[in-house]
């Protein structure tokens, strides 16, 4: 079982900067893929970006040069830092893992934690 706690959301202006971490509690594969979603509200979930071993991650236009995820696996630590933020970016930033247990993917997601971007 995994567990995902989010945080270092909260209000910044825009042009400002977060840096959002993820706490996985369990163990975590090296294999197993990472991510952070974010959901606007009136608009579905997205994909920031995920990272596995041996894989690049790759960022929608949206983010792309802006965002950067990392990983820190002796920790079981995920982290989001977001640069140069717009109001748009403003949504819950969810954080989860996809574990491959007996074979089997299963996703796992934190309960977010809000970005607002404005002046």
């Known amino acids: 079982q995994v567990q995902l706690v989010e945080s270092g959301g909260g209000l910044v202006q825009p042009g400002g900067s977060l840096r959002l971490s993820c706490l996985a509690s369990g163990n975590i594969h090296s294999r197993d893929v990472m991510g952070w979603y974010r959901q606007a509200p009136g608009k579905q979930r997205s994909v920031i970006a995920t990272?596995?071993?041996?894989?690049?991650?790759n960022y929608p236009d949206s983010v792309k040069g802006r965002f950067t995820i990392s990983r820190d696996d002796a920790k079981n630590r995920l982290h989001l830092q977001m640069n140069n933020l717009k109001p748009e970016d403003t949504a819950v930033y969810y954080c989860?893992?996809?574990?491959?247990?007996?074979?089997?993917?299963?996703?796992?997601w934190g309960q977010g934690t809000q970005v607002t971007v404005s002046s």
């Open positions: 990272i596995a071993e041996s894989v690049n991650p």
């Open positions: 989860y893992v996809l574990k491959f247990e007996w074979g089997v993917p299963r996703e796992y």
